[in-house]
Each structure stands twice: as structure tokens, then as C-alpha cells.
């Protein structure tokens, strides 16, 4: 009986993820990155973080009952006296200064992406992307030919947030700073990785010559809290 309902607040917890997803708003700029809550079916969920250690719990709502569930411990969290916050960020910490390379990664494809111009009013940026197909992971003059690569920009002057696109990626961007903003992991923190998800490892590397994407140093990520994984891996 007991393992009957514990494997239906699994299956639950996997539609509020989802919903969650979904009716994430776009909008930007740091109060305003972070999802609240979300319908789910016959209910609401509502999410929270904790300001000292980063984990995140949901609370559900839903035909007058209210349950509680720790979705992300982050390492300090056994620790921690816990101050919750409402709301829960996607986006990688600390935000991405202009020229900084962030490497990212759909099953075999490799890319880098780099943010310039970054600017907060009104928000915009120009970016240029790298990427191939074949497993391998370096972009340099003499890979020509092997990768592919070219530029874009954020395309409304409205929107805070834009999904960059290019190739088989998909990046969540918005401007925290002139010169400086964040991109977003595809699942919310503790997710585990999806089809079809763009994973993503920032770095502080400029030098497109000199980055090589299949380094078992990059660790790929799908959410904060994600082990993650090597380029090389499927
Ligand atoms: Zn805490």
C-alpha cells in the first residue's frame, strides 16, 4: 500500500516538472528570472529556494491538501537552518561576462557559444556559435571545414529573456548587467536530463584556438545539482 502511493507522488512530482517547464514566464532581470509557481492538474505548485544553501523544496496544493518535497539538496543542505525564499531559478551562477566561451552539448553535437555586447537596457545581445557533429570538440582555423559557425543577435528589444538558437542548441539568455548576463539550464535544480536537452558548461575561457569541447575537465549539465557529464559521453 505504502510503496502504491509513493510511486504516485512520483509520477505527480513528474507532471508538476513538466508543467513547470511549460509555463515557465519569460522576463528577466534577477527577480524576475526566478518561477514561482504553476497550475498543475486540480492543483497548484508553488516553488521556494533557500537563500543560504541553494536547495529547492515545492509546495503542492491540491484539493485542500498541502504536501512538501525537497526537490534539490544541495550539498549544504543537511547543514543548513534553511531560509526559504519563494520562487527558483534555471539560470548557471555567477552570470556570463562578454568574450566568455560557454560550451554546450545535444547527445553527440558539441558547440561553444559566446555572448558580446551583452547590454540590460534595453536588453540585448550578439552572439557567435561553433559546433559539429562528429564527436570531436576543437573549433580551430585548421578544423575548417569539420565545424560549422556563424553569428546572431537577440531579436526583440522587449523581451529580457530569448532563447538563442543555433544548430540543434537551444540556450535561455537574459541580461543582468552591461557586459554580463545568464544563461539557463534546461531543467529546473536536481532535474535530470531530458531528450532532447541543451546541456551546458560555462567557462572562463576566451580562446576559441585554444578550447577543445571533449576535455574530460567540462563537465555538461542538464540543471544545478546535475552530476553532469564529459563531451565524449552519448
Ligand atoms: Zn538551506
Redesign the pocket.
Known sequence: MEQRVESGERRAAFIVLVMALMLAAPGCSKPRVRLVSAGIPGGMISYYT?S??G?VKTVTKSGGRRSETITYKSP??AA?P?IWKVGVSRFAEPPITDGRIVLVKRGRALGALILRNQKLQPAHTDFVWYYRNDGKGTFRKRDVGLFRTGSGSSRSKARLMEQLKFGPFSVVWCSTEDGKGMVAYAELPGGAMTTGDTLICPTTETDIEKIDATDPKWVYRASVGDPGRSGTAP
Do not use: A, E, P, Q
Request: proline share 0%; with cysteine.
Open positions: 533557500c543560504l544553501c536547495s549544504g543542505y543548513c534553511h
